[in-house]
């Protein structure tokens, strides 16, 4: 029986995209669409969207429709497109005052209200479509109200009786938290109570903690990190709520869309390769360092990373690790990402201290982050929490070996290389340390000084399969257990 689904996401691949939620959001829509459910993806029209590739029409009864929230007024039409390569529709929130702004996310004062607006249209929406959504399918901290809005705000509309919520927690170090002073933002009213009374009393309001204690069922990226967050290292501050919903949470490792990701058909390679033609990726790793301008023979390994520079990602653990690999072996390295300014300074001084081997590229960049997972001989990831992660799974499929730290979905995507077996696809190291970093990029470099092995770990990345028709699945049950 096909399932009618809203979801509801901050940020959709490949219109708008800051990480990954982007990529899972759309890649997650195209699947259930081909899967044969009724899914509308709700989205806000950005003005970063690029109107031009991606067409917008206008939905008829969904135009010039008022929007109170609280004090504050707001219009907002709908506009559709479709994703690229499939049949799944995005509903386009255009609200020019909201989201007319240069990036996707601000530290504007009224940021909540910017995604407060969003869920609430999106509610509004359904209701003016007259279409009653089985399954509200919400998505970080953004749109974590949803489920405390059917329950409290929708409690009488027919149209959502039936509706049940999941909340999928793809970052819970981004809650959204904002000021108990714009309570009224909420229009609770007399259901103010349903609030979480501790944060209110301290003077804060918790969205990411109102869709966990609200959500009919709460996911998150990995079985790992559904573990993980129950604990005090990693729950942020909303363990105990967690662990009191712990009934309800499950972990659902992210698919790959490898439409996008596969080197045997990516768009922005100018040749093609599999596991059974290695030699290209040693063609386009070639014209790869020449495009970036390093003196580095072909056979030097090349790692890459691409990243958001962010605390999560693990930087600092290079501070002291990487220089002293390049001090002392053979390595180049390339690095693309923004953020933080003292990563961003890090990866500039290294670069300046190896001209010939390192490169850094600031700021945000589709088609040289295909290239990095393309051309290089194994990718950085040493992240101090990290919920899924998504190149790990792109870098196995490009032949491109990850070090991983073992968290979260890094945990449960990449299996250490064990060289009496040969099995496993890359290396992984536990401790949060500098030494551990240096301890995988060593026996990374050691292993690939050994042909026959790292053709090993390379194949067995390469055969591993992430795809979204495994991992749909486990969404499309837990819609299920829920609708029926
Ligand atoms: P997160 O969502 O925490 O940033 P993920 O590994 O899940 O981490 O997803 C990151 C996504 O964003 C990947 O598709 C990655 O290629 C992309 N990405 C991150 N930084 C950049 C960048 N600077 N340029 C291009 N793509 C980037
Ligand atoms: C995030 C997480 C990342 C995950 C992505 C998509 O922002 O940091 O680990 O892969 O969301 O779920």
Redesign the pocket.
Same mark, same amino acid.
């Given at each position: 029986m096909s399932l009618a689904i809203c979801l509801l996401a901050a940020e959709v $691949?490949p219109l708008s995209?800051?990480? %990954? &939620? $982007? =990529?899972?959001a759309g890649a997650l829509a195209k699947y259930l669409t081909g899967a044969g459910h009724d899914v509308r993806l709700f989205t806000p029209l950005y003005a970063s969207i690029d109107r031009a590739r991606f067409p917008v029409q206008p939905v008829d009864e969904l135009q010039h429709v008022p929007l109170q929230i609280g004090p504050h007024h707001y219009v907002f039409s709908v506009g559709t497109t479709r994703l690229p390569g499939s049949e799944a529709r995005v509903y386009l929130i255009d609200c020019p005052v909201l989201y007319g702004r240069p990036v996707i996310y601000t530290t504007d004062p009224d940021e909540h209200l910017r995604f407060l607006a969003f869920t609430r249209a999106v509610l509004a929406a359904c209701q003016r479509m007259g279409w009653p959504p089985q399954i509200l399918h919400c998505n970080d901290w953004h749109t974590a109200f949803g489920p405390l809005f059917v329950k409290a705000l929708l409690a009488g509309d027919p149209l959502f009786a039936r509706t049940r919520s999941v909340l999928t927690i793809?970052?819970i170090g981004y809650q959204g938290i904002f000021s108990s002073a714009a309570i009224a933002d909420l229009e609770l009213g007399p259901k103010s109570y349903l609030l979480h009374q501790d944060d209110l009393r301290t003077g804060k309001i918790n969205p990411l903690r109102h869709g966990i204690l609200y959500a009919d069922a709460i996911t998150t990226v990995s079985p790992t990190h559904a573990s993980e967050i129950c604990t005090d290292q990693y729950g942020m501050g909303l363990q105990d709520s967690l662990r009191m919903r712990g009934e309800a949470l499950t972990g659902i490792l992210?698919g790959v869309d490898y439409q996008v990701w596969d080197p045997r058909i990516d768009r922005y390679l100018p040749q093609h390769y599999g596991a059974d033609t290695l030699s290209i990726k040693a063609g386009l790793k070639s014209a790869f360092i020449e495009r970036l301008g390093l003196s580095l023979p072909v056979t030097t390994p090349l790692a890459g990373m691409? +990243?958001?520079l962010?605390a #999560?990602?693990g930087i600092e653990l290079m501070f002291e690790s990487l220089p002293q690999v390049l001090e002392w072996r053979d390595l180049g390295f390339v690095a693309?990402?923004?953020g933080e300014p003292q990563y961003e300074r890090f990866l500039a001084e290294l670069e300046r201290r190896f001209p010939e081997r390192v490169v850094f590229r600031r %700021?945000?960049? =589709?088609e &040289? +982050?295909h290239w990095i997972?393309a051309a290089c001989d194994m990718f950085l990831?040493p992240s101090l929490y990290?919920?899924?992660?998504?190149? #790990?799974m792109?870098s196995l499929r490009y032949g491109t070996v990850p070090i991983v730290r073992r968290t979260g979905g890094l945990a449960d995507s990449v299996e250490g290389y064990d060289p009496d077996s040969r099995a496993g696809t890359g290396i992984v190291f536990s401790d949060f340390d500098s030494e551990a970093l240096e301890w995988a990029l060593n026996t990374a470099l050691d292993l690939h000084a050994q042909p026959e092995e790292w053709r090993q770990i390379v194949r067995n990345g390469m055969a591993k399969d992430f795809s979204w028709e495994r991992q749909g699945e486990k969404y499309v049950a837990i819609y299920r257990q829920l609708a029926a």
């Open positions: $691949a995209k800051t990480g %990954g &939620l $982007a =990529d899972v793809h970052n992210n691409v +990243s958001r962010a #999560q990602k693309l990402g923004s %700021g945000y960049d =589709d &040289l +982050s997972e990831m990290e919920p899924c992660g998504l190149n #790990q792109y």
